[in-house]
Structure formats: structure tokens, C-alpha cells
């Protein structure tokens, strides 16, 4: 007969954890014991043939990626996908120009605090150029439309 080790293994690999009666166990053990069934059987890799990794498993599953498989909403700040809208957005924009003049040659080193102070300054420069280039741009939609109306009066006359 097996050793307690082959005999643990065996229970193991039938899917006891723990064997309650000795018919459970002496079915584990026959059902994989070379000696009565006549052939190894070694169930150390239980992935299926064809696959040399996990990865390439999954892969032929269609299973790679399934996290970002997600079905996309309206999402609250701060959440999934609002971080590449901020690296978009001007302020994102002023943050990394900030942060990349503080990763430049220095004389004396940088602490991170001051690199992200430099990264906000900057991105609140951004900020503020375009919000006063929203506002040109709102207040020339203003006078052309203002303009176009003063014609269209100065027709009716």
C-alpha cells in the first residue's frame, strides 16, 4: 500500500478535504493508486493540454482583459476613467509641465512637496488662460450674434 503521503494526496486530489468515512477514503485511494488502476496519473498540473501558461489559456478563453470589460456610465469624480480626463484637461496638462521643469538638471535636489507645489502652480496657471480664453471666445460669439441682430433690425427699417 501507499505511504500517508500518497494516501493524503490521493484524498486531496478527489476533492476530500476532509474524508469523513473510510469508504471515501479507500475509494480516493483506488480510484488513483497506479497499482490497481493500471496507469499514472499526476495531477500536480491540472491545466489542459495545448496551453504552455495561464496567460495563453485565458487568451484562447477570451478571458484576458475581462476587468476592463465593464460596462461604462456616468462615473463620480475620481473614479475609473476620470483620471485621463484630467491628464486631457489644461489643468492636467500644467501639472505634468509643472512636474517635468521640476525633473530638469538642479544644482540642489527636489523634494517631491516642491515638485508638486511647481505642478500646481502651473496647473493653476493653465486654469485661468483658459477659462479667460473660454470667456474671449464666449463674449466674441456674443458680439457677432448681437451684430448679426443689429443688421437683420437695420433691414427691417
Not at 6 to 35: C, E, H, L, S, W
Not at 91 to 98: E, R, S, V
Amino acid at each position: 500500500m501507499a505511504n500517508p503521503y500518497d494516501v493524503r494526496k490521493a484524498i486531496v486530489n478527489a476533492g476530500y478535504r476532509n474524508p469523513i468515512n473510510t469508504n471515501q477514503m479507500n475509494r480516493a485511494v483506488a480510484n488513483t493508486n497506479p497499482f490497481l488502476t493500471g496507469t499514472t496519473q499526476n495531477r500536480v498540473n491540472t491545466q489542459p493540454r495545448g496551453f504552455s501558461s495561464l496567460g495563453q489559456q485565458m487568451n484562447a478563453q477570451n478571458l484576458m482583459g475581462m476587468a476592463n470589460n465593464q460596462p461604462r456610465g456616468n462615473t463620480p469624480p475620481n473614479y475609473k476613467n476620470n483620471l485621463l480626463d484630467y491628464i486631457i484637461s489644461p489643468q492636467g496638462k500644467g501639472m505634468a509641465q509643472g512636474l517635468l521643469e521640476s525633473s530638469g538638471y538642479s544644482t540642489k535636489p527636489v523634494g517631491m512637496g516642491e515638485a508638486f507645489a511647481r505642478g500646481m502652480a502651473r496647473s493653476n496657471e493653465a486654469k485661468q488662460y483658459e477659462d479667460a480664453r473660454k470667456f474671449r471666445q464666449e463674449q466674441f460669439e456674443f458680439q457677432k450674434d448681437s451684430a448679426e441682430l443689429d443688421r437683420g433690425l437695420k433691414k427691417n427699417k
